[in-house]
């Protein structure tokens, strides 16, 4: 039996143990060739090396279907570090230092002889680096090759059942996790037919974003804000999700899911659950994921008969990103000419509960939209009918509090004051805070935080699988209905918020979006 790591010191509020108290391990990136590994994984792992959030005793070891050496895959490695984290390629030093924990083993993923040589190799590797038997599986390959993977690692004999003080072994999962509900059942029993619960890491890269996680901190460390937060006070929430990139060459993979699953799916209801949520007992990983659970659940569905009501889908066509004139999606290379995916998709959400009765949530999602920008605008009910709001002279707006998740992340609050001067005169002014200003230094990529979480086994700010089913239960009727109306895509030009909206019952045609 491998010993035991000690442990840090736990409390009931206890969330991350410190990096030093790390086991060692091996992680092995499944499809580590490719795009991921390069722009996101590396540069994350290197740059935590640099900052001594590593264990001392680990390697990194790829498994993947070229053919490569150590020193190729090292070398092709920092090439992409130089590419895509310039700032961090400029120190050679601690690169040479690093690469020596990276190794490279080829083989086809669905090849049973190659799954054999890995075990074989890692059983080396426990010896020679002293890894305790300690092991982290990243399925760093596109999703249909997914439960191939778990396959061949349940028929080499590469899982471990879990015991106290024992070695240990976990897996994480990339989105998406599957294309509908039936697609993400399917991939949650071939993971559960491999691994317990516990065991799985279901990773969308937005809850490791700081002022993700600072939702929490925001509501349930200012008394302020918890006091107002509920249908008393609050006229609806707005969550915006907005990239304005095109495809950028995942054409293949996008045209064939389109934006809702891409991103409304996984990152827009994190952060609707962690703006919803009731306060958790206490910030344990289950006491979390328990409450944010229970708002997919509250979440009222959209029938097939209100799909034009409650959501509108589009696509864009050519236009203005910037001083940049940009094509329009069927015309990226790689899509199909008479694709009918979507690319921007708007939800209006009703939640059914005693906090949120009677609040709408709209969210939007999409792409070639004039800004990139993640965030949340809580827009509070307006002033009654009195005083300051019969003033001619007064420009009396809600008060909206915004959560900006990126870029320029931080928080600000819409009020309204009086203009200097004789007269009356309102004005709405903002309090700003953001967070790279206060707090001094840069914020950490969201990837850094995951990977640390993952080797530390701690599954805050993982996905559950009951939370992955929750949210496909709500996205893949719409989905359906979708195609069972016969709903029309919209178009918008690429630059532009959205599409207008022309429809007389839609819930969005007289919505003000807050935009950035």
Known sequence: MAEKLENPPQTENSVTPPSQYLPPCAIVLFGATGDLTRRKLIPAFFSLYRQNQL???MVILAFARKTKTDDTFRNDLYEALQEFAPDLATDLTGWSAFEQHLFYLQSQLDDPEGYLRLNQ????????????????FYLATPPELFIPVIRRIKGAGLSQIPSPGGPWTRIVVEKPFGFDLPSSQELDRELKNVFAEEQIFRIDHYL???????????????RLFELMWSQQHIDNVQITVAETLGMEGRAAYFDT?????????????????????????????????????KVLHSIRPIQVHEVTKYTTRARYTAGRIGDVEVVGYRDEPGVRPNSATETYAALMLSIDNWRWAGVPFYVRVGKRLPKRYTGVSIVLKNIPDVLYARLDCADVESNVLTLRIQPNEGVSLRMSAKEPGPGILIKPVEMDFAYQETFGKPIPDAYQRLLVDAIAGDPSLFARGDEVEAAWRLITPILNNWTASSVGLCEYPAGAWGPPITDKDSQFRTLQWINP
């Open 55 to 57: 264990p001392k005793q």
């Open 121 to 136: 190799q890692l059983l080396e590797m426990d010896k020679s680096h002293q890894l305790q038997g300690n092991r982290l």
């Open 208 to 222: 490791g974003k700081e002022t993700v996680q600072n939702i929490l901190a925001l509501r349930f460390a200012n």
């Open 257 to 293: 899911v389109g934006i809702l699953r891409d991103m409304g799916q996984n990152h827009a209801l994190q952060i609707l659950s962690l703006i919803a949520m009731e306060p958790p007992v206490n910030l344990q990983a289950d006491a979390i994921r328990d409450e944010k659970v």
